[in-house]
C-alpha cells in the first residue's frame, strides 16, 4: 500500500510539474514531451504521408496548389511575428512550414507538429473563397501552435502508464511510438489527429485571431461553417457528447462570441 501511494504521490508531482501554457489563451495543459522529441517523429510521418500519396499531391504550378501556399504563406508569417513578438519564439523556433494540396473528395485539412500542413481539395468548394480557407488553415495551425498534439499524446502517455522522458528519444520507445501512432493514425489513410471539444473550439479561437492577422476579415468564418455544416447535413454525425468535435450549432455560437477579440486583430 506505501508503495502504491508512494508511486502515486510521484506521478502527481510529475504531472504538477510538467505544464505549459497556451499563447494566446492562458490555458494551462499537460506537456510531458518537448517538440525535441515530437516534431521528429511528426515530420517522418508526414513525409512518409506525402510518399505514399506522391500520385495526388498536387504540383505547386497548380492553381488550387497556388492559391492555398500563398494563403498559407502569409498566415505562417502572421503567426511568426507574433509568436517571435510576444516572447514565444523559442515553441516555433525547429519548426519546418510546409504546404502540400491533396486531391482528394474528402472535405479535410490538417497540420501536424512542426507546421506540417495538408489540405484536401474536397474542402475547397466549401471554403470557396480566400478567407473561407483561411478560416481553415488558421484552425489548423493554431492546433499546432496550441500544442495540442503534445497535449493528447501527454495524455495518451499517462494513460498507457508512460512516464516522462526526458532527454531519451521517444522514437526509440515502443509505449510512446504506439501512443504517437494512435494519436495520428499512422497506418490510415489519413494522418490527423483527433482532437477534443475544447481543443477544437480554442484552434477556432485562435485560428481567428491569426487569420485576422493575415488580413483576412474574421466575421467570414461564420459564412464558412455554415456552410460547412449544410454540406454535412446528410453525413451521419454522433451526438455532441459523443464527438470530439463540437456540434455545429455550439461552434458557430462560440466563434460569434470570439469574432470582438478577433477584430481587433484585423487589419485590411
Given at each position: ?105 474528402e472535405k ?54 508512460i512516464g ?19 494519436l495520428y ?84
Amino acid at each position: 500500500m506505501k508503495r502504491v501511494l508512494l508511486t502515486a504521490c510521484v506521478a502527481a508531482a510529475l504531472l504538477m510539474n510538467s505544464c505549459s501554457t497556451v499563447p494566446l489563451t492562458g490555458r494551462s495543459r499537460l506537456d510531458l514531451v518537448s517538440n525535441d522529441q515530437v516534431l521528429p517523429m511528426a515530420f517522418q510521418a508526414y513525409s512518409e504521408f506525402l510518399t505514399e500519396n506522391k500520385t495526388t499531391v498536387l504540383p505547386a504550378s497548380n492553381a488550387q496548389a497556388l492559391k492555398v501556399k500563398t494563403i498559407g504563406s502569409r498566415l505562417i508569417s502572421a503567426v511568426q511575428t507574433y509568436m517571435n513578438n510576444n516572447n514565444y519564439g523559442n515553441l516555433i523556433k525547429d519548426y519546418k512550414w510546409e504546404v502540400n494540396v491533396v486531391q482528394n473528395n474528402e472535405k479535410n485539412a490538417w497540420c501536424m507538429p512542426g507546421g506540417k500542413i495538408v489540405v484536401y481539395t474536397g474542402i475547397l468548394p466549401v471554403t470557396q473563397d480566400d478567407a473561407g480557407l483561411a478560416t481553415v488553415m488558421g484552425h489548423e495551425i493554431a492546433h499546432a501552435i496550441a500544442g495540442h498534439s503534445a497535449e493528447r499524446m501527454s495524455q495518451e502517455m499517462v494513460a498507457q502508464g508512460i512516464g516522462a522522458a526526458g532527454g531519451v528519444a521517444l522514437s526509440k520507445n515502443p509505449k510512446a511510438q504506439s501512443a504517437f501512432n494512435t494519436l495520428y493514425g499512422v497506418g490510415a489513410p489519413i494522418a490527423m489527429l483527433k482532437y477534443s471539444r475544447n481543443q477544437e473550439l480554442e484552434a477556432d479561437r485562435l485560428g481567428l485571431i491569426f487569420m485576422a492577422m493575415a488580413g483576412y476579415n474574421p466575421q467570414s468564418s461564420v459564412n464558412f461553417w455554415n456552410r460547412m455544416s449544410s454540406a454535412s447535413a446528410n453525413a451521419q454525425k454522433p451526438a455532441e457528447f459523443l464527438s470530439t468535435h463540437p456540434s455545429d450549432a455550439t461552434r458557430i455560437s462560440q466563434i460569434q462570441k470570439y469574432l470582438p477579440e478577433a477584430q481587433q486583430y484585423y487589419k485590411k
